[in-house]
């Protein structure tokens, strides 16, 4: 799989909504060539935490903050109503069914003003 | 409640071998497909090896032919086989569930896994 591209920082203020994206995605052309696209939340020296797979679903537990979206090749992870606790790494993932390997994107430093 | 505790980092000279552990309770790993990522210092997530519930395994590029997973049902772990080691695979070491198209949804704390002379 090629690489995802995701900005390596972004920024916003409490209260304020930020989205980070993901380039580089494949888009679906067949029912079997589909890459499931994730997003993770990690803290430094923790391990990284599921907020959304298969583009725009939470799993249980997880704040409706946070929402994700796909067009084209890109995804989007957008987390609203910013909170001092959202300032972390949010690293995309490309799952691919045809080649059955995955892909993080280089991830994005989200800092709460 | 699903826990995976991962084991065997330790500094290790280059061109040397290591095997990792990941211990899982709460659920059977014969049942579910794993997976192994790694972060390397200041760098970002990379995903390194899956193995599905049906047994086949699967590899970055980067380590194909030199890392094998494997998974004993027995103790219900999971391991990586990991052989002629180089500076860059420096990194802590996860294990997770993969649940494919639903995600890396469990994982553990890490270990890590230092390769230097």
């Known amino acids: 799989q090629s690489a995802l591209t995701q900005p390596a920082s972004v920024s916003g203020s409490p209260g304020q909504s930020v989205t980070i994206s993901c380039t580089g995605i494949?888009?679906?052309?067949?029912?079997?060539?589909?890459?499931?696209v994730s997003w993770y939340q990690k803290y430094p020296g923790k391990a990284p935490k599921l907020l959304v797979f298969?583009?725009?679903r939470r799993p249980p537990g997880i704040s409706d903050r946070f929402s994700a979206s796909k067009s084209g090749n890109t995804a989007s992870l957008t987390v609203s109503g910013l909170q001092a606790e959202d300032e972390a790494e949010y690293y995309c993932?490309?799952?691919?069914?045809?080649?059955?390997?995955?892909?993080f994107g280089g991830g994005t430093k989200l800092t709460v003003l | 409640e699903v826990q995976l505790v991962e084991s065997g980092g330790a500094l290790v000279q280059p061109g040397g071998s290591l095997r990792l552990s990941c211990a899982v309770s709460?659920?059977?790993?014969?049942?579910?497909?794993m997976t192994w990522a790694r972060q390397a210092p200041g760098k970002g997530l990379e995903w390194v090896s899956d193995?599905?519930?049906?047994?086949?395994?699967h590899y970055a590029d980067s380590v194909k032919g030199r890392f094998v997973i494997s998974r004993d049902e027995t103790n219900n772990t999971v391991y990586l086989q990991m052989s002629s080691l180089r500076a860059d695979d420096t990194a802590v070491y996860y294990c997770?569930?993969?649940?494919?198209?639903?995600?890396?949804?469990?994982w553990g704390q890490g270990t890590t896994v230092t390769v230097s002379s």
């Open positions: 997770a569930r993969h649940r494919l198209n639903y995600g890396m949804d469990v």
């Open positions: 709460g659920l059977s790993v014969s049942g579910s497909s």
């Open positions: 193995m599905y519930t049906v047994g086949s395994t």
């Open positions: 494949s888009s679906v052309d067949s029912g079997y060539n589909y890459d499931y």
């Open positions: 298969d583009v725009n």
């Open positions: 993932m490309s799952y691919s069914v045809s080649t059955t390997s995955a892909v």
